[in-house]
């Protein structure tokens, strides 16, 4: 956030591998081993793009993270997940709905944050991605407030 003036790099390894299974959906698994100034943890799990039609599919990530806070040793273990249902309506025009829950570390309850929400993605050229949500977010033990947000990505 452009309140923040201390931002951490974060150094590490990144592995992904996924097959195609049943015509065009698929299986894969990723990790991610890496640290910065104050933690080292690691990232790791399976992720899925089923079809159930050619025009209708399903997203879903589960990633497991153990981070080990160097100051003290303590390590906090705790998920993230991704759960998307998309329709293509017309060629390049996604609807969406989503839900996303991480609970990053199992030791404390107030880790836990759930967002829901509909949003559009657009791919009005090829390389070119627009996507656009509008839902609520949830932390543990506050109110639940409105949440949007705006990506345009450029694939090189």
Do not use: C
Not at 53 to 59: G, H, I, L
Not at 85 to 99: H, M, R, V
């Amino acid at each position: 956030s452009p309140e923040e003036s201390n931002t951490q790099k974060n150094s590490g390894v990144a592995i992904n591998q996924s097959f195609f299974v049943g015509g065009d959906s698929r299986l894969g698994f990723s990790g991610f081993s890496g640290s910065q100034e104050s933690y080292e943890r690691i990232v790791y799990g399976p992720y899925l793009t089923w079809a159930i039609t050619k025009q209708v599919f399903f997203d879903s990530e589960l990633f497991l993270q153990d981070k080990k806070i160097k100051s003290n040793s303590a390590h906090e273990k705790g998920y993230a997940t991704f759960h998307r249902l998309g329709w293509e309506i017309s060629k390049g025009i996604i609807p969406f709905t989503q839900f996303d829950r991480s609970f990053l570390n199992d030791s404390d309850d107030t880790s836990r944050f759930d967002s829901y929400g509909v949003g559009l993605q657009w791919f009005p050229y090829p390389h070119f991605e627009t996507t656009a949500f509008l839902g609520k977010e949830k932390a543990a033990s506050q109110p639940e407030n409105d949440l949007w947000w705006l990506m345009l990505n450029l694939y090189l």
